[in-house]
T-cell receptor, first 112, second 112 residues
Framework: QKEVEQNSGPLSVPEGAIASLNCTYS??????FFWYRQYSGKSPELIMS????GDKEDGRFTAQLNKASQYVSLLIRDSQPSDSATYLC????????????FGTGTRLKVLA | GAGVSQSPSNKVTEKGKDVELRCDPI?????LYWYRQSLGQGLEFLIY????????KSGLPSDRFSAERTGGSVSTLTIQRTQQEDSAVYLC??????????FGQGTRLTVV
């Protein structure tokens, strides 16, 4: 079982729709959770961090965390073609470590 | 500086040569991370520094890889006797402890 699992996609949504990206993690001791966006040929860019159960909203983005289910999600409202990228889920702090463990990413395509 | 700075941006080297990759973290960030991303792949953890110490170097693929950090700031990743499978983008990130990590633009290493 991978430590952080994401569907590789591509996930295709029409412009203006809600994109829903999901991530599960295996280490129940994980403390911190992050979503990064990576455009092709570029480095990862932080979108959201979430540390406690529930929802956290920032503009068009909402991160959701459910530690009991070991599940993190990212919702993108009013998706735009410029949101087309790979979205990486990262988990930190499990098993006494400070390193970030990344999923392999979900490729999102927003269709104009 | 304002962001994480990596140099060089691109490096082409001959098989068997040594290379040094440099990372200048965000000022004041005590934690520094090196990751590697091969074409179309996820982020592979290499090493984590807290200050000048490396409490987790579990991701270094072989003893050809080493890294150091001096003055709690700049870090250098050294690859000795480079092989073609070392070709990848090497990413550096920095963070305050317990918070989000920010990535540099990466160094694209090509071993020919």
């Amino acid at each position: 079982q991978k430590e952080v699992e994401q569907n590789s996609g591509p996930l295709s949504v029409p412009e203006g729709a809600i994109a829903s990206l999901n991530c599960t993690y295996s280490d129940r001791g994980s403390q911190s959770f992050f979503w990064y966006r990576q455009y092709s040929g570029k480095s990862p860019e932080l979108i959201m961090s979430i540390y406690s159960n529930g929802d956290k909203e920032d503009g068009r983005f909402t991160a959701q965390l459910n530690k009991a289910s070991q599940y993190v999600s990212l919702l993108i409202r009013d998706s735009q073609p410029s949101d087309s990228a790979t979205y990486l889920c990262a988990v930190r702090g499990g098993s006494g470590t400070y390193k970030y463990i990344f999923g392999t990413g979900t490729r999102l395509k927003v269709l104009a | 500086g304002a962001g994480v700075s990596q140099s060089p941006s691109n490096k082409v080297t001959e098989k068997g040569k040594d290379v040094e990759l440099r990372c200048d973290p965000i000022s004041g960030h005590t934690a520094l991370y090196w990751y590697r991303q091969s074409l179309g792949q996820g982020l592979e953890f290499l090493i984590y520094f807290q200050g000048n110490s490396a409490p987790d170097k579990s991701g270094l693929p072989s003893d050809r890889f080493s890294a150091e950090r001096t003055g709690g700031s700049v870090s250098t990743l050294t690859i000795q006797r480079t092989q073609q499978e070392d070709s990848a983008v090497y990413l550096c990130a920095s963070s305050l402890i317990y918070t989000e990590a920010f990535f540099g633009q990466g160094t694209r290493l090509t071993v020919v």
